[in-house]
C-alpha cells in the first residue's frame, strides 16, 4: 500500500515563536506561541529586574521572530501612568536585540479578562490571588488577541 504524503506539513514555514510580555513594575507575565504560531500559552511570571536575564536565556535556547509588548493605555486612548515605566523597558528591549522584531499591542482589560478566565475556567479562589498566575494569564490573552488581530488582517 503506497504511503500518503502529507502535503500541509510540506508547505508549512517555521520562522520563529511569537512572544509576549505583559511587563508590570514588580513582575513579568510571560507567553509565547508553538512553534506553528497557532496557540498561545502561558510561559511564565518572572520579576521584573530579572526579564533580561530570563530573555537572554530563552532566546538562546528558541527561535523567537517577534516580541510583543503590552502596551497599557486608557479608555480614552490615552497615555497610561503605567508608561512611565513600560517605554523605557521598551527602549531597553530594542537596544539589547536591536535585530529582533518587536511590537506593541494595546493591552486593555487583559488583567480583568485573566481573572475571569481563571474564574471561569474553576480556578481555586486561593489561586486566583497569585499574582504571578494572574499576569501570565494576561500575557496570554494578550498573544492570542495579537494572533488574532493578524489573521483578522489577512482576511
Do not use: H, W
Request: aromatic residues 10%; contains cysteine.
Amino acid at each position: 500500500m503506497p504511503q500518503k504524503k502529507c502535503i500541509f506539513a510540506e508547505n508549512i514555514e517555521i520562522l520563529g515563536r511569537i512572544l509576549a510580555i505583559d511587563y508590570g513594575q514588580k513582575r513579568v507575565g510571560i507567553a509565547v506561541t508553538d512553534p506553528l504560531k497557532i496557540i498561545a500559552n502561558g510561559l511564565d511570571t518572572v520579576p521584573a529586574e530579572q526579564i533580561f536575564t530570563f530573555l537572554d536565556n530563552y532566546l538562546k535556547a528558541e527561535p523567537v521572530e517577534t516580541i510583543v509588548v503590552g502596551y497599557p493605555v486608557t479608555l480614552r486612548n490615552e497615555a497610561s501612568e503605567a508608561l512611565v515605566f513600560v517605554n523605557p523597558f521598551l527602549k531597553k528591549l530594542q537596544l539589547r536585540y536591536p535585530n529582533m522584531n518587536v511590537e506593541i499591542y494595546d493591552e486593555r482589560f487583559t488583567s480583568k479578562m485573566a481573572f475571569r478566565a481563571m474564574i471561569d475556567g474553576g480556578v481555586k479562589k486561593k489561586d486566583r490571588r497569585d499574582k504571578a498566575l494572574i499576569d501570565k494569564v494576561s500575557a496570554t490573552i494578550l498573544l492570542q488577541s495579537y494572533m488574532e488581530s493578524l489573521n483578522y488582517q489577512r482576511l
